[in-house]
């Protein structure tokens, strides 16, 4: 990786941490993520130039600091006077390696504050927190980007009218946070695992950064002091399934880039210890309380992580839990991944029957994954020109290069020969 490429990756680790600084100094989100970007903007300009510096975080907390003060204090007298605050390194900067982690965990449950709505919540904590675009939240919901921006903007707005205070929530309200912060780390590794736009298949940074602040979760909720019930389970299951997940990703695409299908991946690539830790976490907390939505998503991940081979898979189990799993979180993603458990078992007949339901549901109009599934389907169906056609709706359709890339590819395997 080139020097370019490691200060980028830095950058995108310390934004939401300079931003949780600077939210210890004003409830104003909106300016405190503006004076962040101007930050971010300008260490990309002079690191390369000047070289990195010894404090990286430090040297961006005191330039955001900077460009908050100038941005919120209109008097030139006070504004010199903070900023010798700021560069002295008062609250910013102070004690930033011991406190990066609860911070950005802090920043989440700002985010989640219950002033805003579910939907909002999660929107801005992807946006401060995860660093995904606008388009990519927009994807991710299955709405238009523009809706997206408004949402996003609103929050913010809200954020500020609340006066909300960069410290933990009250005891009252953390387990209905707990629940958007679970969300949104979901949200977050599957964008890096896959992600939804672009020329790169996977970030591996984002999904890395949603492993690590999942492992904090995990030992913030098992802290009875924090907690006012019992929420293991459910972060236990999270962290299991983000590593069952990220432990097939080395295997996921070829050296030049082309997506590879589970079934066609070479399995002693997998990451053996993130999958032992994954297994060891499920066999640790399922069946130990209320099973919840991220428990059963880490057992179908155990399921297939488990198997040797592709024709090894316990289909007829991993059904069984995406069954259980539409009941007690229903969606058209798990009702989509359902319709694939149901073709392995069934045959892809009764998988596209189910995915006929799904044909009228308007949350599913701005994405390609339904006409990807159908194209599979119907290639099992041995239906090659309606599967050449549903490859193509899905290629036009995808807003990663490399998906558009794979299902063109795919699509191409079953043209006609020539005459």
């Not at 939401?16 to 989100?29: E, G, H, I, K, M």
């Not at 949402?151 to 809200?158: D, E, T």
């Not at 006066?163 to 387990?175: D, K, L, N």
């Not at 701005?366 to 090659?384: I, K, M, N, S, Y």
Request: with cysteine; glycine share 6%.
């Amino acid at each position: 990786m080139n020097p370019a490429t490691d200060a980028e990756h830095l950058l995108r680790e310390l934004a939401p941490q300079v931003l949780s600084a600077l939210l210890r100094r004003t409830t104003d989100f909106s300016a405190a993520e503006d004076a962040v970007q101007e930050a971010m903007l300008a260490a990309s300009q002079q690191w390369p130039r000047d070289g990195m510096p010894d404090d990286p975080r430090g040297w961006l907390v005191t330039v955001a600091g900077r460009r908050l003060i100038d941005e919120i204090r209109g008097d030139a007298a006070r504004r010199r006077r903070e900023e010798r605050e700021v560069a002295l390194g008062l609250p910013l900067a102070a004690d930033h390696a011991d406190t990066a982690g609860d911070d950005t965990l802090s920043l989440l449950f700002l985010c989640c504050h219950p002033s805003l709505s579910a939907p909002s919540q999660l929107a801005l904590t992807l946006r401060a927190v995860g660093g995904l675009t606008t388009a990519q939240i927009a994807s991710a919901f299955l709405v238009p980007e523009a809706s997206m921006a408004q949402r996003i903007s609103r929050a913010k707005q809200a954020i500020r009218a609340a006066g909300t205070r960069f410290e933990p929530p009250p005891i009252e309200e953390r387990s209905a946070r707990l629940v958007v912060v679970t969300q949104v780390l979901y949200l977050i590794f599957n964008e890096g695992y896959a992600a939804s736009s672009g020329a790169e298949a996977q970030r591996a940074e984002l999904a890395g950064e949603a492993i690590r602040l999942a492992r904090l979760l995990l030992r913030l909720v098992q802290d009875a002091r924090w907690a006012p019930r019992d929420h293991t389970g459910e972060v236990a299951g999270l962290l299991a399934l983000l590593l069952l997940t990220d432990a097939r990703r080395p295997a996921r695409t070829t050296p030049d880039g082309l997506l590879v299908p589970l079934a066609e991946q070479d399995r002693s690539l997998w990451n053996a210890d993130q999958i032992a830790e994954g297994l060891a976490l499920v066999a640790r907390t399922l069946g130990t309380g209320a099973v919840g939505p991220y428990q059963l998503q880490a057992a179908i991940a155990a399921l297939h992580d488990e198997a040797s081979t592709a024709d090894a898979t316990d289909w007829p189990q991993i059904l069984a839990l995406y069954t259980v799993l539409e009941r007690v979180m229903p969606s058209p993603v798990v009702t989509l991944n359902r319709a694939v458990a149901l073709a392995e078992v069934h045959g892809p007949l009764a998988g596209l029957a189910v995915l006929g339901t799904l044909d009228d549901d308007h949350r599913m109009a701005a994405t390609h994954r339904v006409d990807a599934v159908r194209a599979h389907l119907l290639e099992l169906a041995g239906e090659p020109d309606a599967a050449r056609a549903a490859y193509q709706r899905a290629a036009r359709r995808a807003g990663s290069i490399p998906e558009q890339r794979y299902l063109a590819f795919r699509a191409s395997r079953l043209a006609p020969p020539a005459s």
